[in-house]
């Protein structure tokens, strides 16, 4: 193989294998920014009720884990301070419950990305 024959090939295989994560990430529907999932559209899961990921937390079940939750429900009127009345486990440090509706979520205090879900009725 000559020398341009090299450098073209490796150059195709660049380009192929960089292609792999965002063809991923298309197919798996995930962002660019996996904490900023604003405007959700129903390719993001198969027909059913709620969709793949089940049914998330908040007023229109947009809410999942990994999402970062809303500046209007990191207010500490959204704040469980009573855990254990509420059947949850004990928050690690650096986390807090918040109660949306009859859904209870974890979230990072810092930067309010959703550790964990606990659904309602």
Do not use: C
């Not at 059913?48 to 809410?63: D, I």
């Not at 009345?85 to 949306?100: D, K």
């Not at 979230?107 to 659904?119: H, P």
Request: positive net charge.
């Amino acid at each position: 193989m000559n020398k341009k024959s090299i450098i073209f090939l490796v150059l195709a295989l660049t380009i192929g294998l960089s292609a792999l994560p965002v063809a991923q990430a298309e197919r798996y529907g995930r962002d660019d920014d996996r904490h900023s999932r604003q405007g959700r559209d129903d390719r993001r899961g198969p027909p059913g009720r709620y969709g793949e990921r089940g049914r998330g937390v908040g007023p229109n079940h947009a809410f999942y884990r990994g999402d970062r939750l809303p500046l209007e429900y990191r207010g500490r009127q959204y704040v469980v301070e009573n855990w254990r009345e509420h059947h949850l486990s004990a928050p690690p440090r650096g986390y807090h419950w918040v109660q949306i509706g009859v859904d209870y979520v974890l979230v990072a205090i810092t930067t309010g990305v959703i550790l964990q879900l606990f659904l309602g009725n």
